[in-house]
């Protein structure tokens, strides 16, 4: 899809991987992959540059993975984000497997459900992203966030909808996909500020820090930010030291796997700041999230997707919500089984 279709909200068919890791012992884990421009260019390159460096190793010693992989893709691969993702959740999965714990409990459990916010598709009108977060209110969901299309009268119209919408106490938050310029950035920062918004997401682009710093320095909403830099945790670092967000974010695909999401985490913690992880679309991969989200403390939402029924496929059972909280499984690993009816009748292509 070209970015315009993009940022005017088609709905695309969403393509995806599946990896499956096998050991000697006879465990197995697969979970499902990004698929970024299509999966069978994916799975190319997950064949080519990632399966040859895991064959044969110790899906235990991930953090031996994890180092070697970041130098041997410096050198020759510089594959795309949200390659090495799959497979360090797959060996994730394999040792809460051998563990016989889920995910969740084997990472380290804080807590067994966390809050659920809702986040927008683009919509038509700023009456349509009020009606959606009086809805999602409705459901007894912990917040709303709008992705706006990028134009700043239509953007402050559904700001200011969708706090009349739903009251002065329930959060909401903005995310326009780095839309803006430095000045209207900061304009619709101040707005936000007056409607009691929760948090100012990737109001510019996530590398331009100066102006991101600066922007951080000027408003009292927190300017929230990182998902799409490479190379977690170490990108991140120099982010938080500096002030450039006062809040990260990560998540299992685009960051580099569970690895990448606790490593982000434990980094933000040790400076007071809160590290949000970001939706990864597909309820599989939205799933190993959530186990991630139940093992860290300053992390204060699970990201959904909405509508949720376009991402809500791939597992054998539903993400269990309960009073606006997402529950955890207790079965050993992901917790709820892939659905490989599903799976199967979608594949076209074994790598």
Not at 165 to 180: E, I, N, R
Request: proline share 5%; aromatic share 12%.
């Amino acid at each position: 899809m070209a970015a315009s279709e993009m940022r005017g909200g088609v709905k695309s068919d969403l393509e995806f991987l599946v990896l499956t890791l096998k050991t000697d012992e006879g465990l197995e884990a697969s979970t499902f992959g990004f698929a970024g421009r299509g999966a069978r260019m994916a799975g190319e390159i997950a064949a080519s540059a990632l399966k040859p460096f895991f064959l044969g190793r110790d899906p235990l010693f991930r953090e031996q993975h994890w180092h070697d992989y970041r130098m041997a893709d410096r050198w020759w691969n510089h594959v795309p984000m949200y390659s090495y993702g799959p497979f360090d959740i797959a060996c994730w999965l394999i040792g809460a497997l051998s563990a016989n714990q889920p995910l969740y409990k084997y990472l380290g459990a804080y807590r067994d459900r966390v809050p659920v916010y809702a986040s927008s598709l683009l919509l038509k009108s700023p009456a349509d992203y009020a009606q959606q977060a009086r809805e999602i209110k409705a459901r007894g969901w912990k917040g709303y966030k709008l992705h706006p299309p990028g134009d700043v009268a239509f953007d402050l119209e559904a700001y200011r909808a969708c706090r009349e919408a739903v009251g002065p106490d329930f959060k909401l938050m903005s995310d326009p996909v780095a839309a803006y310029t430095f000045e209207q950035a900061l304009k619709i920062g101040r707005e936000l500020e007056k409607l009691d918004y929760h948090w100012f997401e990737e109001p510019l682009y996530d590398e331009s820090h100066h102006t991101l710093r600066e922007l951080t320095r000027t408003l009292d909403i927190p300017i929230c930010g990182a998902e799409v830099l490479t190379k977690h945790p170490y990108s991140v670092a120099e982010c938080i030291s500096g002030r450039v967000f006062d809040i990260v974010r990560a998540d299992v695909s685009w960051s580099g796997g569970v690895t990448a999401v606790m490593k982000t985490a434990h980094l933000a913690e040790a400076f007071g700041v809160q590290c949000e992880i970001h939706t990864t679309i597909y309820h599989p991969l939205e799933l190993v999230n959530l186990h991630c989200c139940a093992a860290v403390k300053n992390s204060e939402f699970f990201e959904l997707l909405v509508p949720d029924t376009h991402y809500a496929f791939g597992l054998k059972e539903p993400i269990r919500i309960e009073d606006g909280y997402a529950i955890l499984p207790d079965k050993p690993g992901l917790g709820i089984d892939l659905d490989w009816d599903l799976i199967d009748n979608c594949t076209f292509d074994v790598l």
